[in-house]
């Protein structure tokens, strides 16, 4: 059984933002009864769970960077590494192999979005702590329906170092859901994802 250090944590954070018309990363949304930049209300919970948390951005994103750190205060920004993925243009994919091969050593990996802010701590752990107990893939559930983060074990580590296009891991999801072991969540943050300025209704 991997160790809860052997597990690591990636947040995707690359992308163009192309179809909110501005960066949405840094839009402010009032959540939990604070206000902050989108993608720093996605990290929180990934502090709350990890040690450490890698965070795939575009090459030349210092105030982008400074901005999330400004936001989430000096003590909580020490957990989180910051990894300019200069593929990043090519699509998800290219931004999710920058993580894990980042992260090769590890187990497993957890894989979150930057544009989920509404994403509970208790999904992050409950999908780490299936990785623990021996599963290869595993996400959590609402109603049936898959969420975010999703979780994979080592053995998947080529495939996903493999991956090319925009689409991240979804068909190794699809080929593969018999094996995913489930984590049912009563919270539907899960599926919340930020593309265009009216998804921000749903939070």
């Known amino acids: 059984m991997p160790d809860r250090e052997d597990i690591a944590a990636i947040v995707l954070a690359a992308g163009s933002a192309s179809r909110f018309g501005s960066d949405k990363l840094l839009h402010p949304v009032t959540l939990r009864g604070a206000?902050?930049?989108?993608?720093?209300?996605?990290?929180?919970?990934?502090?709350?769970?990890?040690?450490?948390?890698?965070?795939?951005?575009?090459?030349?994103?210092?105030?982008?960077?400074e901005t999330l750190m400004t936001a989430l205060g000096a003590t909580s920004t020490i957990e989180l590494k910051w990894l300019e993925c200069d593929d990043a243009a090519l699509g998800m994919a290219a931004s999710l192999a920058c993580g894990v091969r980042a992260n090769r050593v590890a187990a497993g990996c957890l894989i979150g979005l930057a544009d989920m802010p509404a994403i509970p701590s208790e999904a992050i752990?409950?999908?780490r702590n299936a990785l623990l107990a021996g599963a290869d893939l595993s996400a959590p559930?609402?109603?049936?329906?898959?969420?975010?983060?999703?979780?994979?074990?080592?053995?998947?580590?080529?495939?996903?170092l493999a991956l090319q296009g925009d689409v991240g891991a979804r068909h190794l999801l699809e080929r593969d859901k018999s094996k995913l072991v489930p984590v049912e969540i009563g919270n539907k943050g899960i599926h919340a994802d930020i593309d265009i300025p009216s998804d921000l209704q749903y939070l």
């Open 125 to 127: 752990d409950g999908v």
């Open 35 to 65: 206000t902050l930049p989108l993608a720093a209300h996605s990290l929180l919970p990934w502090l709350e769970t990890f040690e450490r948390t890698t965070v795939v951005v575009r090459p030349g994103s210092r105030r982008f960077r």
């Open 141 to 160: 559930t609402s109603d049936g329906r898959r969420g975010h983060p999703v979780g994979f074990g080592r053995r998947y580590f080529d495939e996903l």
